[in-house]
């Protein structure tokens, strides 16, 4: 479980870094929404230079193959929620970085989720089977009469 909360860590910050690096280049090349065919392929040919929208792409990347890496090995029962400790990072930086206001309302829903978080990761070390050397000396004690 240790591994897969050190790679799930960096994992959710390269991730969370570069959707903050996407929001802010997007934000500096302008709104989608209010322009026509040729703004849009404009703003798309000028996203692909910009250092912002390359280094986040990259960051999430990143992520795609730590998140890959840990599905190799953990159920994704536990390793999907644990992508929900993003949230503290996208708020802490869309705070500071974004200067984004986050209201306690949503402090306190981010905190309901690293609890959810927390219950879900103990379950899965709870409900582990035990090794099969640990079974096997059990039983052949019993046997002995020890």
Request: proline fraction near 3%; charged fraction near 10%; include cysteine.
């Amino acid at each position: 479980m240790f591994k897969t909360l050190c790679i799930m860590m960096l994992a959710v910050t390269a991730g969370t870094v570069g959707d903050i690096l996407l929001a802010k280049g997007m934000k500096e090349l302008g709104d989608l929404s209010s322009m026509n065919l040729h703004g849009i392929i404009d703003t798309a040919l000028r996203a692909m230079t910009t250092w912002k929208i390359i280094v986040g792409t990259a960051m999430l990347a990143i992520f795609f193959f730590l998140w890959l890496a840990v599905l190799s090995w953990e159920d994704l029962s536990v390793a999907l929620p644990m992508q929900a400790l993003n949230y503290v990072l996208v708020a802490l930086l869309a705070k500071y970085l974004l200067h984004e206001q986050v209201s306690p309302l949503r402090w306190g829903g981010i905190l309901l989720v690293c609890v959810g978080v927390m219950l879900i990761t103990k379950s899965s070390t709870a409900n582990k089977p035990q090794p099969a050397a640990t079974v096997g000396a059990v039983q052949s004690d019993s046997r002995s009469g020890g």
